[in-house]
């Protein structure tokens, strides 16, 4: 998925930003609860790798994203690495698996049906991707060690580039207009399960 975007997916990647901001008391609780915060960012970045390597079982016929998904899954499980060495340092062992408010309200706003199920697998992964930028740009920017948030700035960067990712699949598989209508849709659907969470020191 390294071929050049059309006019059209820079297009739909042009409006496609959060239509919710972080507000600054979750970087404070963060910061006041950072070692609980990173036990949650570990159990996201495996859940992450385990998410892709779904989408590989549930699409074998689609080359393209059979292919991605790998590599995404792969990348995700190195972070969730990075992750648990600087927990490591921190003596800091992995938390106990939980469920996530966040994401299980996403996922139950995906379709049901063949074709509405798929987009909307895409499409939900890529707000959820956008929210971990917006996030760990955050955390690049907060009153961490530096080696921290050069590691968090890498991370917003990555996040990025998975949001545009699962974009330029649904592009691929999907009518632009289509893809540009629900991503829009999806974009509420993620601002309104932000809106209804308590701020926590969670990357959700």
């Known amino acids: 998925m390294n071929q ?8 739909i ?5 959060l239509k919710l901001s972080t507000p600054a008391e979750w970087t404070q609780g963060v910061l006041h609860e950072f ?36 590599d995404l899954a792969l990348e995700e499980l190195n972070h969730f690495r990075q992750v648990v060495r600087l927990m490591t340092q ?6 106990d698996d939980e469920k996530d408010p966040y994401v299980n309200e996403i996922l139950r706003q995906v379709r049901k049906g063949t074709t509405p199920y798929f987009i909307d697998r895409l ?14 740009a955050l955390l690049a920017k907060a009153d961490l060690p530096a080696d921290v948030q050069t590691f968090y700035r890498t991370l917003a960067r990555s996040e990025a580039n998975h949001h545009q990712l699962f974009i330029r699949l ?3 598989y999907f ?25 926590r020191p969670r990357l959700h």
């Open 170 to 172: 649904a592009a691929l």
């Open 4 to 11: 050049p975007l059309s006019e059209g997916v820079i297009a």
């Open 123 to 136: 499409l939900s992964a890529a707000v959820i991707e956008a929210r971990g930028a917006e996030r760990f």
């Open 175 to 199: 009518p632009l207009q289509t893809v540009k209508d629900r991503l829009d849709e999806w974009l509420d659907i993620e601002a309104s399960a932000m809106n209804a969470l308590e701020i």
């Open 90 to 95: 921190r003596n800091v062992r992995l938390g």
């Open 35 to 70: 070692d609980r915060f990173l036990q949650d960012h570990a159990a996201n970045e495996r859940k992450a790798s385990s998410m892709a390597m779904s989408m590989v079982a549930h699409y074998p016929d689609r080359a393209e994203l059979v292919e991605a998904m790998i």
């Open 13 to 17: 990647l042009a409006v496609s930003g």
